[in-house]
């Protein structure tokens, strides 16, 4: 199974949206509202922040939003901030009974 | 509270075999899944397979199968990784992470375990 394709980097300015897409297959993203997103700081662990496409731990800020569209899913952060930067991976549930996570997206924040 | 505690770095050479653990706390552990994923410093997360800790069902990343073992003790409420031949291109970290009923994400995860693989 080969991983979901994120883009490399995104960039925004504070207080602005940015949108990470994570595109799959009908084997994976499209065929299971099982995308789950991870932010990860350098040197730390990652940490979930979006379950089942759209769902929020508690504790997540409401910036973070997740959606879906075919074989693409995509995160939002609304209302950029400085402690957003970091890495984001998306990961997917597949028709294998595995997961697949995406390569990242290093967010830069200006 | 839910911990996942991880066993400490490990540096090994070429052919050498390794078992790394994972134990659990503060749930019901066989009411769920336990999956590692490896990252190589500086790259990106790769899911290696899971197992649920209940019948210990286990599922493998096609990347990963046959390369290592995931195993658990109930007892112990512990999950391990396991390799019998190590090489240098497994030298990455290494996290455990807990998933629910369906292996579809992961909530809590372990602090991570460094392997460091000798030629």
């Known amino acids: 199974q080969s991983a979901l394709t994120q883009p490399a980097s995104v960039s925004g300015s504070p207080g602005q949206s940015i949108t990470i897409s994570c595109t799959g297959s009908?084997?994976?993203?499209?065929?299971?509202?099982?995308v789950s997103w991870y932010q990860q700081y350098p040197g730390k662990v990652p940490k979930l922040i979006i379950w089942d496409v759209i769902n929020r731990p508690s504790g997540v800020s409401d910036r973070f939003s997740g959606s879906k569209s075919g074989n693409t899913a995509s995160l939002t952060i609304s209302g950029l901030q400085t402690e957003d930067e970091a890495d984001y991976f998306c990961?997917?549930?597949?028709?294998?009974?595995?997961?697949?996570f995406g390569g990242g997206t290093k967010l830069t924040v200006l | 509270e839910v911990q996942l505690v991880q066993s400490g770095a490990e540096v090994k050479k070429s052919g050498e075999s390794l078992k790394i653990s994972c134990q659990g706390s503060?749930?019901?552990?066989?009411?769920?899944?336990i999956a590692w994923v490896r990252q190589v410093p500086g790259k990106g997360l790769e899911w290696m397979g899971s197992?649920?800790?209940?019948?210990?069902?286990?599922t493998y990343s096609p990347s990963f199968q046959g390369q290592v073992t995931i195993s658990a003790d109930k007892t112990f409420n512990t999950a391990y990784l396991q390799w019998s031949s190590l090489r240098p291109s497994d030298t990455a970290i290494y996290f455990c992470?807990?998933?629910?009923?369906?292996?579809?994400?992961?909530?809590?995860w372990g602090q991570g375990t460094l392997v460091t693989v000798s030629s």
């Open positions: 197992i649920f800790l209940g019948d210990s069902d286990t």
């Open positions: 992470a807990r998933a629910s009923l369906l292996p579809t994400f992961h909530d809590y």
């Open positions: 990961a997917s549930y597949t028709r294998s009974t595995t997961l697949v």
């Open positions: 009908i084997t994976d993203v499209g065929g299971y509202d099982y």
């Open positions: 503060g749930y019901s552990f066989t009411s769920h899944w």
